[in-house]
């Protein structure tokens, strides 16, 4: 709208703020509203604008947006509204639009529409009972429209001859006259909201390279390698640990010695008569009582020899079974 408007030669511009200061000098400019009117809420601003309306300026509203909202149960109109007269909100419905041999249209479908009582309109589209989705009102020497909606004023609308002769009549009133100002927003969200509404294709990629930066720098939680085994206490474990290390080390004849006195300390508790023998005596009184060959007897008796593996693994097992027997 602000180029074709230019192209034909008014002044245009459009922001996203109200600013007032820029047009309430100029009585004979025109200001049209996008936004929602609702964040028109304070009442300086309010008396303001109205004060430059009076004075010849021409102002143009739309109801706010039904979006959210229950159809049955329509808001309250805004203050601006209320002082401009209208009474109520009613539930959106198209009107119909013929503009001489083009098609015909239905337009101003997703706004409210609206009643009144108190003022008389200059020019009024709809009727009292489904309410109106247009009203032009006098206000001093100036004008005001309200409108339903002004979806029929986007970029893609405007290319149509309906709508373009729509918008032509609607900037009728101060035509020519003054700048043209295009405000789209009374309140314009802050910064931060409009980065997490409209931003996120960029900050998501950027928040996830910082949390997978965080995690490669930060202090891991857990280590990379299984923690070491606790100590135990179990007698058993150590003695087994102390058996392996010793013949590991080629202690096979303390080891033996171990497994011996162990045999004779048996002996002397269940036979004191043998276990006082000494040399052949003993082997055989031993031979006697357990059974066994008297060179096997001898054998497992005698150190000499246990310094190789498979002599001390017979030896050992001869006198464990002979401690057994006793």
Known sequence: MRE??????????????????????????????????????????????????????????RTPPPEGADDEQAPAPPALLQALGIDGLLPPACAALQVGDEESHVELCSGWRFSFTRVTPRRAWGDADAGYVFARFGHGRGTVDVLADFDFLDNGSLDEATHQALARQLLAPNYGRGTVHLVHDTAPDPLW????????????????????????????????????????????????????????????????????????ARLRRRDPATAALSGEARVHALAERLQYPHTTVRDALTRTGTQDRYTYFARVRTLIQMRNRL
Request: hydrophobic residues 45%.
């Open 4 to 61: 074709t408007l230019r192209t034909d030669g008014v002044a245009a511009e459009t922001r996203q703020r109200l600013q007032p200061e820029r047009f309430t000098a100029a009585p004979g400019d025109t200001v049209l509203l996008y936004g929602d009117v609702r964040g028109l809420s304070d009442p300086a601003v309010v008396g303001r604008l109205l004060d430059w309306v009076a004075g010849g300026g021409h102002l143009l509203l």
């Open 193 to 264: 909201r409009r980065l997490v509404r409209d931003g996120w294709p960029l900050w998501l990629p950027l928040a996830l390279l910082l949390a997978g930066w965080l995690w490669r720098r930060a202090q891991r939680f857990g280590p990379w390698l299984p923690s070491p085994a606790t100590a135990r206490r179990s007698l058993h474990e150590h003695l087994r640990a102390s058996g392996a290390l010793l013949l590991r080390h080629g202690q096979l004849p303390l080891l033996y010695d171990a497994v011996r006195e162990a045999f004779l």
